[in-house]
């Protein structure tokens, strides 16, 4: 056990990309002792800083396979590094619950028959009569709104998480460097990494946590992996009708698919879209806001205080996220998709395991 200690203080590690995934796969690296760089040309333009930071782990509907048991870990694994990062903001939690409605019949049977044999008690179904679904259909001026509440899932604020990891990891001196990696390759027993702005980077190990850019560097790698580019998007509203008070609705909830975060008494934020393209299209507004049969007359497109996009990668041709060790000191890990906040802890966990194999 010494031993491996001993390796993990003396490894360096390349991570290339600092979104979510890179900042936590050098979270959890960190706290095992490795000497760790980050590298990325822009890391706060990129799909992370864009998310909602819903955490949709237990209302997930397949209840066996691997996209299940890695929200089920990351869920497992996400108090004991709130309670870690709390130490650097204590602003920083897990808001909970989280509510998935619809106003169709078919959709709605089915979250009932996955609460019913799900046998879960975090799971409950919220009925047309609650006190929940009457405050929604005042404030959307609907009346057929039902659906399932899930008491252990939630939203962090994905701004403040990538935040507090940046003050953790500069405490941790894990060094960042702002510079693009254009190429890597390994000679003997080093990986060799060469940037944009033509610094050379060794490091015994990189892990790729670039998203669509992954397959850039793997090219001659010759990894078939491939990569789509999928946008999600959000707006804010500032709601000006004195008889809507926002905050009497829950935290966070979806309503047809849409995701809805009321943030004061008048503002709220809703996302996501789900294109495959880079650039967000002339009727955004009506995407993220057409998901009732009649908007309520608040849901206007002036009344926009913000809008933001970002890409996700979606892997084409497997399934989402793309973690695989490719034995020789490279790790991908990528095509996180719609989960990447959800699933950054099992990520890096899982990381962290291939590495103290590759080390042992
Ligand atoms: C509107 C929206 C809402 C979302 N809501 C949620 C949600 O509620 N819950 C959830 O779990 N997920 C959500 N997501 C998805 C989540 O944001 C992504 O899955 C996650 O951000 C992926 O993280 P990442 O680190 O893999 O990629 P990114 O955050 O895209 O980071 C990749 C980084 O790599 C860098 N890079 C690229 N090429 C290079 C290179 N050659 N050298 C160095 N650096 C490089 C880029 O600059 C970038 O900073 C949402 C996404 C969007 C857009």
Redesign the pocket.
């Known amino acids: 056990m010494k031993g491996l200690k001993e390796n993990f203080q003396k490894s360096q590690i390349l991570i290339?990309?600092?979104?979510?995934?890179?900042?936590f796969n050098a979270l959890e690296l960190s706290e095992l002792g490795c000497q760790i760089t980050i590298?990325?040309?822009?890391?706060?333009?990129?799909?992370?800083?864009?998310?909602?930071?819903?955490?949709?782990g237990n209302m997930y509907q397949k209840r066996k396979g691997r996209s299940w048991n890695l929200r089920k870990e990351s869920m497992a694994l996400w108090p004991k590094w709130i309670e870690l990062l709390r130490e650097f903001n204590c602003e920083l939690n897990i808001a909970k619950p989280l509510i998935q409605l619809t106003t169709n019949e078919e959709k709605f049977r089915k979250l009932e028959k996955f609460v019913n044999e799900s046998n879960d008690l975090n799971l409950e179904i919220l009925e047309k009569n609650s006190l929940i679904i009457k405050n929604i259909n005042k404030a959307f001026q609907t009346n057929n709104i039902k659906g399932m509440i899930s008491f252990k899932d939630g939203?962090i604020n994905?701004s403040t998480l990538l935040e507090t990891l940046d003050t953790y990891l500069k405490n941790k001196k894990v060094n960042f460097v702002k510079?693009?990696?254009?190429k890597i390759r390994k000679s003997k027993n080093q990986w060799i990494a060469e940037?944009r702005n033509n610094e050379t980077i060794r490091s015994d190990m990189i892990i790729l946590?670039?998203?669509?850019?992954?397959i850039?560097?793997i090219d001659d790698l010759s990894q078939n992996i491939k990569l789509k580019p999928v946008?999600?998007?959000?707006i804010e509203i500032s709601v000006n009708d004195s008889k809507i008070n926002l905050l009497s609705l829950p935290k966070q909830f979806s309503i047809n698919g849409k995701?809805i975060i009321p943030i004061s008494n008048n503002k709220l934020i809703i996302?996501?879209t789900d294109e495959y393209s880079t650039k967000p299209e002339k009727n955004f507004f009506e995407k993220l806001t057409n998901f009732l049969d009649e908007k309520p007359p608040w849901l206007r497109q002036e009344l926009i205080t913000k809008k933001?996009?970002?890409?996700?990668?979606k892997p084409d041709g497997e399934p989402s996220?793309i973690m695989k060790n490719l034995q020789n000191g490279l790790i991908i890990?990528?095509?996180?998709?719609?989960?990447?906040?959800?699933?950054?802890p099992a990520c890096s966990k899982w990381v962290a395991n291939e590495i103290k194999k590759y080390l042992a």
């Open positions: 290339i990309g600092s979104g979510v995934i890179g900042k590298i990325d040309p822009t890391q706060h333009k990129n799909s992370s800083n864009a998310a909602l930071g819903l955490l949709m939203r994905a510079d693009e990696i254009i940037s946590c670039n998203s669509l850019n992954t850039n560097l946008l999600g998007q959000a995701n996302g996501s933001w996009f970002g890409i996700r990668s996220p890990c990528t095509g996180f998709y719609k989960n990447g906040i959800l699933l950054a």
